[in-house]
């Protein structure tokens, strides 16, 4: 069964640094590009960062690129966000995806994670 479980979210101040993790249950993880993305109440969903399969292409949104890093470990089954120079814009729920190959959509979400960035 497949199933996508996000950790690391939380309250941080202006400025500051979170590292979410997405560990992959059910697939094998090195055959499938991963995304992550964010929500807030009455916006669409928006993607923030995805990861290719060997993790060389790294496509970020252009609010979060410079400060955002994602990651994979293929091994770990584990796909991470380094979140830097948190702002309050960047309060959000946090989602995790796999994407199909065939079709380059998300088959599975995880359950999200929420960050809230404030003083």
């Known amino acids: 069964q497949v199933r996508l479980v996000e950790s690391g979210g939380g309250l941080v101040q202006p400025g500051g640094s979170l590292t979410l993790s997405c560990e992959a249950f059910?697939?094998?993880?090195?055959?499938?590009?991963m995304r992550w993305y964010r929500q807030v109440p009455g916006k669409e969903r928006e993607m923030v960062a995805g990861?290719?399969?060997?993790?060389?292409?790294?496509p970020y949104a252009a609010s979060v690129k410079g400060r955002f890093t994602i990651s994979r470990d293929d091994v770990g089954s584990t796909v991470s966000l380094q979140m830097n120079s948190l702002i309050s814009e960047d309060t959000a729920v946090y989602y995790c995806?796999?994407?199909?190959?065939?079709?380059?959509?998300?088959?599975?979400w995880g359950q999200g994670t929420q960050v809230t960035v404030s003083s």
């Open positions: 990861i290719s399969r060997t993790g060389r292409s790294t």
């Open positions: 059910g697939f094998p993880l090195a055959n499938y590009w």
């Open positions: 995806a796999r994407v199909d190959p065939e079709s380059g959509q998300v088959d599975y």
